[in-house]
C-alpha cells in the first residue's frame, strides 16, 4: 500500500510561482510512474502532468505546457510540480497519483494510489 503526502500549495497571485511536493511511502517509489491531477470546483479531475518511473519521459495537458514542470527524486521518494506563472484558472485542489505502469498515462483510472490534495489558489 502506497500513501502519498501532498505539499506545498497555497494562495498566490497572478504571475507567481508554486512548487507543490508529494512524498510516498510504503511501496518501492521508482516501479511508479507519478501523476498530478487537479480539481476546480464544479468540474471533474483533470489530468495534469506525470513522469515516468526513470524521469526520463514527461507528458503535460496543453494548458499548463511551457508553464510547469513535473520532476522527481527517486532517493528521496518524491515527485515535484513546479508551477510558473500562475493565472486564476489554475485555482483547484492539486492530487499526487500513482500507477504501476511502465509508461506516462493521463488516464486517472490507470493510477492505483492518491493523496489527499492540496489548494492552490490564485488571485487576480
Known amino acids: 500500500q502506497v500513501q502519498l503526502i501532498e505539499s506545498g500549495g497555497g494562495l498566490v497571485q497572478a504571475g507567481e510561482s508554486l512548487r507543490l511536493s508529494c512524498a510516498a511511502s510504503g511501496g518501492t517509489f521508482s516501479w511508479y510512474t507519478m501523476g498530478w491531477f487537479r480539481q476546480a470546483p464544479g468540474k471533474e479531475r483533470d489530468f495534469v502532468a506525470a513522469i515516468s518511473r526513470s524521469g526520463s519521459t514527461t507528458d503535460y495537458t496543453g494548458t499548463v505546457k511551457g508553464r510547469f514542470t513535473i520532476s522527481r527524486d527517486n532517493t528521496k521518494n518524491t515527485v515535484f510540480l513546479q508551477m510558473n506563472s500562475l493565472s486564476p484558472e489554475d485555482t483547484a485542489v492539486y492530487y499526487c497519483?500513482?500507477?504501476?505502469?511502465?509508461?506516462?498515462?493521463?488516464?486517472?483510472?490507470?493510477?492505483?494510489?492518491w493523496g489527499q490534495g492540496t489548494q492552490v489558489t490564485v488571485s487576480s
Open positions: 497519483a500513482a500507477a504501476r505502469v511502465p509508461q506516462v498515462t493521463s488516464v486517472s483510472h490507470d493510477y492505483d494510489y
